[in-house]
């Protein structure tokens, strides 16, 4: 399964950063999925969270948001939403488009627990 890799590397990944930034307990990690990144995101969940039981991760949330396609004409340089992968420029009919989202596959945040400072 495709998505457990997935959910491993980014499981990993914020593993590593808390080690490594001495972070607070983590409540949630965002990623961002691109609809050409061939991620099933209820699969990635699914994978995390069987991932995460044995982690210092156990109670953290996975928050997936979807990233549409979208391109821009090589043609006319305007940017445009590609819907069911039909990739021509609906200004100009020109098929040479630039995908510019869409591919993402990416953590975009940490949430972590606040922790109150401490004043002298
Ligand atoms: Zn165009």
Do not use: W
């Amino acid at each position: 399964m495709h998505e457990l890799s997935i959910a491993t590397s980014i499981v990993d990944t914020v593993l590593q950063e808390i080690q490594r930034k001495n972070l607070p307990p983590v409540q949630a990690i965002a990623v961002r999925i691109g609809a050409l990144s061939s991620v099933d995101p209820e699969a990635l969940r699914f994978g995390f969270d069987a991932i995460i039981i044995a982690t210092p991760l156990a109670h953290t949330k996975l928050e997936i948001e979807f990233v549409p396609v979208q391109g821009k004409c090589r043609g006319c340089d305007r940017e445009f939403s590609v819907v069911d992968f039909v990739f021509m420029c609906p200004f100009c009919q020109s098929g040479q488009i630039e995908v510019t989202h869409g591919e993402e596959l990416e953590i975009s945040y940490l949430e972590v627990a606040e922790v109150e400072e401490t004043r002298a």
